[in-house]
């Protein structure tokens, strides 16, 4: 498809255990953001990547979460030793550079036991 | 503190009248404001974006209106359809920054028949 496309969609695992969330933009897209989105909540900025520059981490919330891109193109990202305050939607952005608009996946909704 | 606020949590409206969104935010630094709509289980669909150095822009039933003196913003959607109803969120950008949102709350919209 020609969207942001999310893996997996939804993602139960026990407190304490790794996950890894995988985001594919859209093809040609410079720019990619994650966000998530806790329950009654708008969305909270985790990280960006724009090219081939260090990727902005300012959003973390701790250094269990961790991301990379690779080639340019597919993300993932990375929440170590989960917490149950780590349930919520963590949805993926792209776009063509900064001053374009962000296109959304689906997003991930993960939920921690 | 929250940057971007959209006080109202949901707003009803008739379908064919006009329903208005808004949103207040703080952050005198912002450039750049954007309002997405979100249906349950997708992502955010980008709908209109306005830059700081304008007050209005129009696409089709979607107007934004931004009064910088008074840090607002507001969507109008006129006429209004059931099928507009949706989450809406307010987002917002820094200027000079790498270009991620800031998100308010969200405002459930409900247009009925």
């Known amino acids: 498809g020609a969207g942001v496309s999310q893996s997996p969609s939804n993602k139960v695992t026990e407190k304490g255990k790794d996950v890894e969330l995988r985001c594919d933009p859209i093809s040609g897209h410079t720019a990619l953001y994650w966000y998530r989105q806790s329950l009654g909540q708008g969305l909270e900025f985790l990280i960006y990547?724009?090219?081939?520059?260090?990727?902005?981490k300012s959003g973390l919330p701790s250094d269990r979460f961790s991301a990379e891109r690779t080639g340019g193109s597919v993300s993932t990202l990375t929440i170590q030793r989960t917490q149950q305050e780590d349930s919520a939607v963590y949805l993926c952005?792209?776009?063509?550079?900064?001053?374009?608009?962000?296109?959304f996946g689906d997003g991930t909704r993960l939920s921690i036991l | 503190d929250q940057q971007v606020k959209q006080n109202s949590p949901s707003l009803s409206v008739q379908e064919g009248r006009i329903s208005i969104l808004n949103c207040d935010y703080t952050?005198?630094?912002?450039?750049?404001f954007l309002w997405y709509k979100k249906y349950p289980a997708e992502g955010p669909t980008f709908l209109i974006s306005i830059s700081s150095i304008k007050d209005k822009n129009e696409d089709g039933r979607f107007t934004v209106f931004l009064n910088k003196s008074a840090k607002h913003l507001s969507l109008h959607i006129v006429p209004s359809q059931p099928g507009d109803s949706a989450v809406y969120f307010c987002a917002a950008r820094i200027g000079g920054s790498q270009g991620n949102l800031i998100f308010g709350k969200g405002t459930k919209l409900s247009v009925k028949p």
């Open positions: 990547f724009q090219g081939n520059s260090a990727p902005d």
């Open positions: 952005a792209s776009s063509k550079d900064r001053d374009q608009p962000q296109h």
């Open positions: 952050n005198s630094m912002f450039d750049y």
